[in-house]
């Protein structure tokens, strides 16, 4: 499960190796995440894509130790952000990691943000906190992030409150507020879910020169395979709490190796030829608290066979040798390549 | 059509053997193939109540509360049975029945003959304007009930061999009533005066053999046999009480019925759940019509004189079953006033009716300096005896009641004004709150106004004010407190459905009921208002404790049931003095037990309606 | 008025409708069908905004704002622009779902043509059967407390089109033509999962065997492959039931694969309408083409020259004069300011609503 590394390559910001994060629920132990590995270089992008329930928030939420306590817990795997495994850290390390070294922003920035106080002062508070700087320093910077981040009259803007800011201009200030204390990693959550496309083009656009401009990796967890298509560098595809394929973007979108991503990709609109019928993956996701054995994917694959019930299939590279690193986790890879 | 291909590609993502060994959430939409050999059976999931129930039964609280007020209803709704000075059986003479009937014919029936002499027009000459019976033929009716009663009552307690003296007493009277119709007045006189001879020697010729000086001679009277205790229970008591024993052994016959009657299948047991509860409902009150008619609901007294002439020896009896605790709840004692409960040492008495301890010594009057004397205390017939434990568990008031007694009767009230005033506040906030929520407009303004107004009323002062000024008499201050209650509290309610209909009306659902062309009606009644009553539910648990509680406080202060009926509130006012802790703690103890159990519930019901629940 | 297509004869179209209090200088965009079963002209619903102690009358929203078109036998037609340029309430008014303020609906189901909004409230319920909706969130879109069977069953039953066993029965006959086990009837809705419900929600508005069906947001939300599976669904029931839909969406890429024309929404009116193959290949308005090239394609080696709107939607209370995106469009000239500009006829099934359509109408920045 360990991800390959090749010593040429500079060393990770941020590597997840086989994190499991679970779910005490009534009915029974929900393995919310189970054995997530996954990596990301500093100025990257690491797209993770998957439905809705396949455990990419968790383990994002899980990165910046947020997931609830009880009924959440990390049970197992390290979270090694550059090198030091945040797992063992203390709440009080944590507290200094979280918005100053890792930044969050979420799908709903109405909800994200604190509906009493000014976006002014919610972004210089993160600053004041973590910079230890003055109120008036903290105002000013405020100012910066939000000409930063492209807001028109950003003196005036500071002063308002987010109900008086439109849905794009809210994603913004979380942006600015995220950004105010020039993290090394920024988690983004579905950013843009939430978003008209127009409006969704411009925030997108906004992160990339954000990226551009101060070598930020960044974290994107959507279930929009066009967003990951055109940010991310590295793609992370999750299916039922596990990284089922992970492979650099051109190569995941061109040469797809696991019979869900092949499915998903053929689900897509986008490639269908007009009047041809969309290809579908049956069935639905199983319940977290219910899991299939083996290959969590075998009741929707069309080649699933014995062995995938018996054995879980790891996730191993498949590329060739001087290739880019593409791993899957699959029994039947050639009868998947002749899908 | 399953062989559309959507429905075929599903049917492959079902793996091979999938549908006999199903998984325990089954994959429910996935669509068979072509059907394989036998349909599949049908499936059946809880419905939302189910769920609810089931929540609530996960929380051990919310089971003891359940539990402890099912019992504490159960002893309001049995308090008759449990505590009472009625014998549930008594096989015996009525000496004082017998002698009082034979004492007083001759006077019923001077009574009855006289207005029958003298006619109509005598009658209404006479009447005076503070007179109620208004009319001749029904002043007739009551008289001749009166000799009836009289000779009914002597007949039980003859042998058949003695009775002769009035049956000559009988056809005599017979005699009387036809000349009085159409004799002339003489012999209208002539008759009269000898019924009233023969009345009059009734008395000598029937003396009963009194068993205490045998010597003195007389009839021997027959023992008859009486249920006292079960001709008093009300109509309305036998409903209630034949409702809870349905209710608490729902799980044992809706099993029956469920395997018997509906053999089991699911579709027809969903459907007939509805019919159950009408079933029970009946079945109630088909009982107490029955019972009404047969046995009960024919006490007018709160108390009955049976353990006095028992312990007198004016009834003699072969065979007494009293109840468990053998006090009624308005039965004095007033020689044991301010008792503490008797199994405490402080509450013991010697012969002559002093406590044994200094401390409950009575004091010297500061005044008079005369140390008020204590009579010997009276033991009346099945209570138990003296310095018993058990003699008064919880102590006595003022006027020596049982304390046990009036707290098991006492529930009656407390426990019911709580119900019924959360039923009137839930009816009048679920109704004007929905059509606030719904109609929206110039209505839904004038409805939340009208709320703004009642809630600032002080809701205390008001019933206060209301139980002063309505007369006692006119409405009984009980029904006062209920009412105003009711229309003080129910905008809480009102508020709770006005918002869940302004949410629920702009649901997809309902919008899709609309688009479906349903009417108002049914998309009010089927698709807004059930998905409503949850949280009114909340509420209304909520209301009862406080219902309970403002019961109590009135009827504390004095302004509740009048006396000698008890209520919760007003045994706490019997004594304000902390040296008669028993009459504060008890009855305290049960108002805080049960206004706790129901906010437990309350929240039980809160936590279990959560959307995020898992059904 | 109504730029002409060969074909508008019989049909009411735009050119009867300017039923807005504000006096409109210019026709809406409307492209007539031959043979329609639907024909909305000059829809408008305006929701006044109220203000102060008195609730004085202070404005309106002008969330749809003269919107014509036409739904044809066995057609779909796509409404696509962003939240908040009034498709969801176009379609929901057009069903009195909401009581639309203005225009014309003439439903042909039945031979003669049915003025929508002049139904009394008993003709409106009888018509409704004909007419359905289909929701976004299948989460709220059903009724918690009924079972499946139920909530398929009980349009059946209210409109007496069936009864007792016979009820059942097609319930189970529903059940299976939209792919759910007709077994798992007497279950609640919770029980599905998001595209099960969906389908839950299509097998009753198919019960009363409507002939038109308003999809809103059918499948936003809901998961990829899901998604596949539900319009896959609604394309077999159109081959089988001969169903035309008003198919509301933001998702650009499900409405190209799923519609016959669509209809392009900005602030409360269409400024585009045109068939999809026109549309993706010849976008006319400066709003269609930006919102074509910010649709993310799931194609890494295309990196295509986007079009990046400034700023925001403005608000539809006080919309901008002139026309309504000249705030945001890159190629605006004084003209746009002023003057609200008529429709452009590109082709005879293809008009655009702006001045520079004949500079401006070029190949799509992408084609998928």
């Not at chain 2, 119900?419 to 929206?440: C, E, F, K, P, R």
Request: hydrophobic share 45%.
């Amino acid at each position: 499960m360990q991800a390959k590394s090749t010593p040429s390559e500079q060393p990770a910001l941020l590597e997840l190796d086989g994190l499991q994060v679970h779910f005490q629920t009534e009915d029974g132990t929900s393995r919310a995440v189970d054995g997530v590995s996954y990596r990301l270089r500093a100025g990257e992008t690491l797209g993770v894509v998957g439905e809705s329930g396949c455990g990419k928030s968790v383990t994002a939420l899980s990165i910046l130790q947020l997931v609830p306590d009880p009924p959440g817990r990390i049970v197992g795997g390290r979270i090694l952000f550059e090198g030091q495994d945040l797992v063992r850290f203390s709440e009080a390390q944590m507290r200094k990691v979280r918005g100053n070294d890792i930044a969050m922003i979420f799908q709903e920035p109405m909800t994200a943000l604190n509906p009493v106080f000014t976006v002014g002062d919610q972004i210089a508070e993160t600053v004041r906190l973590h910079r230890g700087v003055g109120k008036a320093e903290a105002r000013q910077r405020a100012i910066e992030m939000l000409t930063k981040v492209g807001i028109p009259s950003p003196e005036q803007r500071v002063d308002e409150y987010p109900h008086q800011l439109s849905g794009g201009m809210r994603q913004r200030v979380m942006i600015a507020m995220a950004m105010s204390c020039d993290p090394k990693l920024l988690i983004a959550d579905e950013p843009t879910t939430a978003l008209d496309v127009t409006i969704q083009a411009q925030v997108l656009d906004l992160i990339r020169g954000l990226q551009a401009e101060s070598g930020l990796g960044v974290l994107l967890i959507t279930h929009d395979l066009g967003v990951v298509a055109e940010n991310a560098n590295h793609v992370a595809v999750m299916y039922a709490g596990k990284v089922v394929e992970y492979a650099p973007v051109a190569e995941l979108f061109a040469r797809p190796r696991h019979p869900y991503t092949i499915g998903l990709f053929r689900s897509l609109p986008d490639l269908a030829a007009p009047g041809e019928r969309l290809q579908t993956i049956p069935g639905i996701v199983p319940a977290a608290h219910a899991f299939p054995s083996g290959c969590r994917f075998r009741t929707r694959c069309p080649i699933a066979v014995d062995h995938c019930a018996a054995v879980e299939p790891p996730l191993v590279d498949s590329a060739g040798p001087g290739l880019p690193e593409h791993t899957v986790a699959c029994h039947r890879l050639e009868e998947a390549a002749k899908l | 059509m399953s062989t559309t291909p959507t429905g075929a590609s599903d049917a492959r993502a079902t793996a091979p053997g999938a549908r006999t060994t199903e998984p325990s959430p089954p994959p429910l939409g996935v669509p068979p193939g072509p059907p394989p050999g036998p349909p599949a059976a049908i499936e059946y999931s809880r419905d939302y109540w189910d769920g609810v129930f089931q929540q609530l039964g996960r929380r051990r609280r919310v089971r003891w509360a359940l539990a402890l007020l099912a019992l504490l209803y159960g002893l309001a709704i049995y308090a008759p049975l449990i505590a009472n000075d009625r014998p549930y059986v008594l096989d015996a003479v009525d000496l004082r029945e017998f002698s009082s009937a034979q004492r007083s014919l001759s006077g019923v029936t001077t009574n009855y003959a006289r207005l029958m002499r003298e006619g109509e027009a005598a009658f209404t000459a006479g009447l005076r304007p503070e007179s109620q019976v208004r009319s001749f033929s029904e002043a007739l009716a009551i008289e001749r009930a009166a000799v009836d009663m009289r000779v009914t009552a002597m007949r039980r307690a003859l042998p058949d061999d003695a009775a002769a003296p009035l049956d000559e007493y009988e056809k005599e009277l017979a005699a009387f009533e036809s000349l009085a119709i159409s004799g002339s007045a003489d012999q209208v006189s002539t008759a009269e005066r000898g019924l009233r001879d023969t009345a009059r020697e009734l008395r000598n010729a029937l003396t009963p053999l009194d068993l205490r000086n045998p010597d003195a001679g007389g009839v021997q009277l027959v023992p008859s046999k009486a249920y006292p205790l079960f001709e008093s229970i009300s109509r309305a008591s036998a409903f209630f009480m034949s409702l809870w024993l349905c209710v608490l052994t729902w799980p044992l016959w809706n099993r029956l019925v469920n395997r018997v009657v509906l053999k089991g299948d699911r579709t027809r047991i969903r459907r007939a759940r509805r019919w159950k509860f009408g079933a029970v409902l009946g079945f109630a009150a088909l009982f107490a019509w029955v019972w009404g008619a047969t046995v009960g609901g024919s006490a007018a007294f709160e108390t009955s004189p049976y353990k006095a002439g028992l312990t007198s020896g004016d009834i003699v009896a072969l065979r007494v079953v009293m109840p468990p605790v053998a006090m009624g709840f308005a039965e004095t004692h007033i020689n044991e006033a301010f008792r503490p409960p008797t199994w405490t040492a402080l509450s013991e008495l010697d012969e002559d009716g002093f406590y044994v301890r200094g401390s409950r010594t009575p004091l010297p009057d500061p005044v008079t300096g005369i140390v008020p004397p204590a009579s010997p205390v009276e033991v009346r017939y099945g209570e138990p005896g003296l310095n018993h434990p058990l003699r008064y568990p919880l102590g006595t008031d003022k006027v020596g009641q049982d304390l046990l007694s009036r707290l098991l009767w006492g529930a009656r009230i407390s426990l019911t004004v709580g119900l019924i005033s959360t039923t009137l506040l839930v009816t009048i906030g679920v109704i004007l709150g929905s059509l606030a929520g719904y109609a929206g407009g110039r209505l839904d303004i004038a409805i939340s106004r009208v709320i703004e107004v009642v809630q600032a009323f002080p809701a205390f002062f008001l019933i206060l004010v209301a139980v002063a000024v309505i007369p006692s008499d006119v409405v009984p201050p009980i029904y006062s407190i209920v009412i105003v209650i009711a229309l003080v509290g129910w905008t809480g309610v009102a508020r709770l459905v006005r918002g869940e209909f302004l949410k629920l009306k702009s649901q997809d659902f309902v919008v899709a009921a609309r688009a479906l062309g349903f009417g108002t009606t049914r998309v009010v009644f089927r698709h807004i208002l059930p998905n409503a009553l949850g949280p009114v539910l909340v509420a209304a648990s909520f209301a009862v404790a406080s219902g309970i509680l403002i019961e109590s406080s009135i009827s504390f202060l004095g302004f509740g049931v009048k006396l000698p009926i008890p209520s919760w509130g007003t045994v706490i006012n019997e004594s304000r003095d902390p040296s008669h802790w028993w009459i504060q703690v008890f009855p305290g103890f049960l108002i805080f037990v049960t206004v706790f159990c129901y906010n437990l519930v309350g929240e039980g019901l809160r936590d279990a309606l959560d959307p995020r629940m898992k059904v | 008025m109504n730029v002409s297509t060969p074909h508008a004869g019989a049909v009411p179209t735009g050119a009867a409708a300017a039923p807005s209090a504000l006096a409109r200088e210019v026709p809406p965009v409307h492209v007539a069908v031959p043979d329609p079963l639907l024909s909305v002209a000059g829809l408008e619903k305006l929701f006044p905004i109220h203000r102060g102690v008195f609730s004085r009358h202070v404005g309106d929203v002008r969330a749809v704002d003269g919107v014509s078109f036409d739904v044809g036998k066995r057609e779909t037609l796509s409404l696509v622009g962003e939240s908040g340029c009034g498709k969801t309430t176009a379609g929901r008014s057009l069903l009195r779902l909401i009581e639309p303020t203005g225009g014309r609906a003439a439903y042909f189901g039945s031979g003669a043509g049915v003025e929508l909004f002049d139904l009394s409230r008993g003709d409106l319920r009888r018509v409704r059967r004909d007419l359905q909706i289909i929701f976004q969130d299948p989460f709220s879109s059903l009724n918690p407390r009924m079972t499946v069977a139920n909530i398929i069953g009980e349009g059946l039953r209210v409109h007496g089109l069936a009864r007792g066993e016979a009820v059942d029965e097609q319930v189970a006959e529903l059940m299976q033509i939209v792919g759910l086990r007709p077994e798992a009837r007497n279950r609640f809705p919770h029980e599905f999962s998001g595209g099960q419900r969906q389908r839950i929600g299509i097998a009753r508005a198919l019960a009363l065997k409507p002939k038109f069906i308003v999809c809103d947001e059918a499948v936003s939300a809901l998961d990829v492959s899901i998604q596949a599976q539900v319009v896959n669904l609604l394309k077999d029931l159109q081959g089988e039931f001969g169903l035309s839909y008003l198919f509301i969406a933001h998702d650009i890429s499900i409405v190209k694969y799923i519609s016959d024309r669509i209809a392009v929404m900005y602030l409360g009116r269409i400024v585009e309408t045109a068939t999809t193959k026109e549309l993706f290949e010849r976008p006319a308005h400066p709003y269609t083409q930006a919102l074509l090239s910010a649709v993310p394609h799931p194609d890494p080696t295309q990196r295509r020259q986007r079009i990046l709107l400034q700023g925001d939607v403005p608000s539809p209370i006080n919309p901008p004069a002139g026309c309504h995106f000249h705030t945001r469009c890159p190629v605006a000239i004084a003209r746009c300011r002023t003057e609200y500009p008529a429709p452009t006829a590109i082709s005879p099934t293809h008009q655009a609503a702006c001045h520079l359509v004949e500079q401006h109408a070029g190949p799509a920045p992408a084609a998928g």
